[in-house]
């Protein structure tokens, strides 16, 4: 089954609801214009689709591997991160300084929806890369950014993020990994896992972000320090040197993203890694943060896309199964399988869902890109704001919508999905990573009803609900003449107060009861996410309505994103009532057998 980016989809959300056609009036984005915007993707549609698509099913069956030089990747997989990184794709979104394309994270982050679809697990490596760019533009010394950054840019050298470890997991204050002062430098040693793509044969370099600990550094959080450590120690010319002290220790078997190596990673074995500061001591983890805050809304795109592949992979196999006979159709001849009317709803589901995903994440990218070119500082902080409400909302949803997603399209397939020669069950076990790295679901929850709620009172989220509410009055004023759009409007009507509801319901017991709070963060964070996915997607059908009113555009399209938000705001936003329901029962039922009950 081959991968078809759904262009027009991912530039009408761009354009209608994310305001992709009039970023070009921002400072620093002046070549990002519709045209352009719209040509760059196109490249890069051409290249997912008949570069990387390709080679997903092979990186699978065949994996990474451990030789005696290193780490060896999937075939094929070295001369397509050739043509990636000639194309100049993994400088999109960086500036020109850099060798980047300067074009806006929304831009950016369509790319990687494409990217993920058409191969995930070459798509975590230049996602790495990214993290670790961010990390040193905003932190790294004049010195760092000269060496490190034009080459990593270009992709001619790639990067990891190093923070777990065997006994810490996602307790980042248990790092053990130890870091001494040097003439210049600092010595590391200790060991991380799950360091994805933390040894390979794509590049000659590969640059490490590592989290670690000096011996006069205060406990916890507060006392880690973060270095770059190079695989091969820069020369007097900038090119790679002497190896370092550090080496990939094993490769771990996984569920999926076989392709991708993850790494286990020990530094210092003789003596010590060598290893650049960046930034101040002891303010890694702050540092890091930003790192991980942008990875967490290029993992909810990753969710975003391994959603769009697994659909296309289902909706064709539906269209040309032909099995059983269907219930009430008196029409002559046998039908797909898509004409049953079960797998007509799956089908459905998994669309709407889909795109309604790709409003979301790509409305977070855009507040993204205006909290850091919009022209005023009050705007920018609002945009701010509103990118850190949406971080945790996209992460979380997102991939949780996409095991989903590919658990349907295993469904769809019937026992021929459970099978892996139909790979299927390739994106199936592809998704399930994406709940679990940069922080689970629960986590996520956490940091929204936390860090993000409870910091500003809940004014971010009072900020969203208005541009939410203004969508919906939007739509009561043109429901009257339209019985689709007035059904949509009902339905977003009814939600957006269930999330009004919700909110108050969080402000009124985080504080007084933050078990109960807790136990419900994860149903609260999905009433949030439904909510706002649900809206915009419902924006999308009333443009679209108007756009056919008007007789612009592809009338069969216009008509079709309609028809999705319909089924969406009738099959999909009613999940919200039984999510509230069960958030009013956490302070009670959620708990019930909880360990520290009688402590």
């Known amino acids: 089954m081959t991968y078809q980016p759904p262009l027009d989809d991912m530039l009408f959300v761009l354009n209608e609801i994310c305001g992709a056609n009039r970023i070009s009036g921002l400072t620093g984005f002046e070549e990002a214009t519709p045209d352009t915007i719209a040509a760059v993707l196109e490249q890069a549609a051409t290249f997912t689709s008949e570069v990387l698509a390709p080679l997903n099913r092979t990186g699978d069956k065949v994996g990474a591997r451990r030789t005696q030089s290193g780490v060896a990747t999937a075939p094929g997989w070295k001369e397509a991160y050739e043509h990636f990184t000639s194309g100049g794709w993994n400088g999109v979104i960086f500036e020109h300084q850099w060798g980047g394309m300067g074009l806006p994270w929304m831009v950016g982050g369509t790319i990687q929806e494409m990217l993920n679809s058409s191969n995930m697990a070459f798509a975590?490596?230049?996602?790495?890369?990214?993290?670790?760019?961010?990390?040193?533009?905003?932190?790294g010394s004049d010195d760092i950014k000269a060496t490190y950054l034009p080459k990593m840019v270009s992709g001619q050298w790639t990067g990891t993020m190093n923070l777990t470890e065997p006994q810490a997991g996602s307790d980042l204050a248990a790092v053990r990994t130890?870091?001494?002062?040097?003439?210049?430098?600092?010595?590391?040693?200790?060991?991380?896992?799950?360091?994805?793509?933390?040894?390979?044969?794509?590049?000659?370099?590969?640059?490490?972000?590592?989290?670690?600990?000096?011996?006069?550094?205060?406990?916890?959080?507060?006392?880690?320090?973060?270095?770059?450590?190079?695989?091969?120690?820069?020369?007097?010319?900038?090119?790679?040197?002497?190896?370092?002290?550090?080496?990939?220790?094993?490769?771990?078997?996984?569920?999926?993203?076989?392709?991708?190596?993850?790494?286990?990673?020990?530094?210092?074995?003789?003596?010590?890694?060598?290893?650049?500061?960046?930034?101040?001591?002891?303010?890694?983890?702050?540092?890091?943060?930003?790192?991980?805050?942008?990875?967490?809304?290029?993992?909810?795109?990753?969710?975003?896309?391994?959603?769009?592949?697994?659909?296309?992979?289902?909706?064709?196999?539906?269209n040309?199964?032909?099995?059983?006979?269907?219930?009430?159709?008196?029409?002559?001849?046998?039908?797909?399988?898509?004409?049953?009317?079960?797998?007509?709803?799956?089908?459905?589901?998994?669309?709407?869902?889909?795109?309604?995903?790709?409003?979301?994440?790509?409305?977070?990218?855009?507040?993204?890109?205006?909290?850091?070119?919009?022209?005023?500082?009050?705007?920018?902080?609002?945009?701010?704001?509103?990118?850190?409400?949406?971080?945790?909302?996209?992460?979380?949803?997102?991939?949780?919508?996409?095991?989903e997603i590919s658990s349907l399209a295993v469904q769809v397939h019937g026992g021929m999905g459970y099978i892996e020669e139909t790979g299927a069950a390739q994106h199936f076990r592809d998704a399930r990573i994406t709940t679990i790295y940069e922080g689970t679901t629960g986590i996520q929850a956490n940091d929204l009803i936390g860090r993000k709620m409870q910091r500003d009172n809940g004014a971010a989220a009072i900020a969203v609900l208005s541009e939410l509410k203004a969508i919906e009055a939007e739509l009561a004023a043109a429901a009257p003449n339209d019985p689709v759009l007035e059904s949509i409007h009902t339905s977003v009507s009814r939600t957006i107060k269930t999330m009004e509801t919700a909110g108050r319901w969080?402000?009124?017991?985080?504080?007084?009861?933050?078990?109960?709070?807790?136990?419900?963060?994860?149903?609260?964070?999905?009433?949030?996410?439904?909510?706002?996915?649900?809206?915009?997607?419902?924006?999308?059908?009333?443009?679209?309505?108007?756009?056919?009113?008007?007789?612009?555009?592809?009338?069969?399209?216009?008509?079709?994103?309609?028809?999705?938000?319909?089924?969406?705001?009738?099959?999909?936003?009613?999940?919200?009532?039984?999510?509230?329901?069960?958030?009013?029962?956490?302070?009670?039922?959620?708990?019930?057998?909880?360990?520290?009950?009688?402590?």
């Open 178 to 318: 130890k870091a001494e002062r040097a003439d210049g430098h600092y010595q590391i040693t200790g060991q991380k896992i799950f360091i994805t793509y933390g040894d390979h044969d794509l590049t000659e370099n590969i640059i490490h972000l590592v989290l670690a600990r000096l011996p006069d550094a205060p406990e916890g959080v507060k006392g880690i320090s973060l270095f770059v450590v190079p695989k091969f120690l820069p020369d007097a010319t900038g090119a790679p040197g002497k190896a370092n002290d550090l080496r990939c220790v094993s490769l771990e078997h996984k569920l999926g993203i076989h392709a991708s190596p993850t790494a286990v990673m020990s530094f210092g074995d003789h003596g010590g890694a060598v290893g650049f500061l960046v930034g101040e001591e002891n303010r890694g983890l702050e540092y890091m943060f930003v790192m991980m805050n942008q990875a967490r809304l290029s993992v909810g795109i990753q969710g975003l896309g391994i959603a769009e592949r697994a659909y296309q992979h289902a909706r064709a196999y539906a």
């Open 506 to 599: 969080l402000l009124e017991h985080s504080r007084q009861n933050p078990i109960a709070a807790g136990a419900a963060a994860v149903n609260l964070l999905h009433v949030f996410a439904i909510t706002i996915a649900g809206t915009l997607l419902a924006k999308s059908a009333l443009i679209a309505a108007r756009q056919i009113a008007a007789e612009e555009g592809n009338a069969q399209f216009l008509k079709e994103k309609i028809a999705v938000a319909r089924f969406f705001a009738g099959q999909i936003m009613p999940e919200t009532g039984a999510r509230m329901a069960a958030v009013l029962d956490a302070g009670d039922g959620a708990l019930q057998l909880y360990p520290g009950a009688s402590a």
């Open 124 to 139: 975590l490596c230049p996602l790495l890369t990214q993290g670790a760019i961010e990390a040193i533009l905003l932190n």
């Open 320 to 403: 040309e199964r032909i099995q059983g006979r269907i219930v009430g159709d008196r029409t002559p001849g046998a039908k797909p399988i898509a004409w049953h009317p079960d797998v007509h709803r799956m089908l459905m589901s998994m669309r709407a869902r889909t795109e309604a995903m790709r409003c979301l994440a790509y409305w977070a990218a855009s507040a993204l890109d205006y909290a850091n070119a919009a022209p005023g500082k009050a705007e920018r902080n609002a945009q701010q704001a509103r990118l850190d409400f949406l971080i945790p909302i996209v992460k979380a949803w997102c991939t949780e919508s996409a095991c």
